[in-house]
């Protein structure tokens, strides 16, 4: 692993860095990484006059705390943006359908001692393709495992995660 390696608490072996072409940014604290990925998402769809500020009060979320992803449409209607997506609880499947045609989502992950949002670009070759708010004030972008993805994000009954996809 190279010396610009970032491993993911989240994930047991996230650890291969790969080159975006989309935004890459880290998120501020411990408690915004849902207002970094929508604000990463945003400026891909070229919003880029938006502060992460104003998201975070988007999303209602209250200071020193997360806030539940599934928050992002409202956080979107909140902002008066005319932008299509699907959310909710789904199976590992409809996520790889979802994101066809170059679609993103924002995942929610969790390693045991906490959830976590990330961008997942695409997943093909066994290997699923994650931009991640983390480390702060940088972000990373890495390839991990499908088998590793799944174990972070499939937590809910029947083996769904959370998803919002843009």
Not at 31 to 42: G, K, Q, R, W
Not at 57 to 64: C, I, S, T, V
Not at 109 to 137: F, K, M, W, Y
């Given at each position: 692993m190279g010396k610009d390696a970032y491993v993911d608490p989240y994930f047991d072996k996230g650890e291969v860095n790969v080159e975006t072409q989309k935004t890459l940014e880290g998120q501020f604290t411990d408690y915004d990484?849902?207002?970094?990925?929508?604000?990463?998402?945003?400026?891909d769809m070229g919003?880029?006059?938006?502060?992460?500020?104003?998201?975070?009060?988007?999303l209602e979320q209250n200071f020193g705390s997360g806030v539940d992803m599934l928050n992002i449409p409202k956080a979107i209607e909140n902002l008066g943006l005319d932008i299509?997506?699907?959310s909710g609880k789904v199976s590992y499947e409809q996520l790889k359908i979802g994101l066809e045609n170059g679609?993103?989502?924002?995942?929610?992950?969790?390693?045991?001692?906490?959830?976590?949002?990330v961008i997942i670009d695409r997943i093909e070759n066994g290997?699923?393709?994650?931009?991640?708010?983390?480390?702060i004030n940088r972000g990373s972008s890495y390839t991990i495992p499908e088998k590793t993805f799944q174990d972070a994000w499939g937590r809910f009954e029947n083996q769904t995660g959370k998803v919002?996809?843009?």
């Amino acid at each position: 692993m190279g010396k610009d390696a970032y491993v993911d608490p989240y994930f047991d072996k996230g650890e291969v860095n790969v080159e975006t072409q989309k935004t890459l940014e880290g998120q501020f604290t411990d408690y915004d990484c849902t207002a970094t990925t929508l604000d990463m998402i945003l400026k891909d769809m070229g919003y880029s006059n938006i502060e992460r500020i104003d998201l975070i009060h988007a999303l209602e979320q209250n200071f020193g705390s997360g806030v539940d992803m599934l928050n992002i449409p409202k956080a979107i209607e909140n902002l008066g943006l005319d932008i299509n997506t699907t959310s909710g609880k789904v199976s590992y499947e409809q996520l790889k359908i979802g994101l066809e045609n170059g679609n993103s989502a924002v995942v929610s992950v969790n390693n045991g001692q906490g959830a976590h949002s990330v961008i997942i670009d695409r997943i093909e070759n066994g290997q699923v393709t994650v931009r991640d708010p983390l480390p702060i004030n940088r972000g990373s972008s890495y390839t991990i495992p499908e088998k590793t993805f799944q174990d972070a994000w499939g937590r809910f009954e029947n083996q769904t995660g959370k998803v919002v996809i843009f």
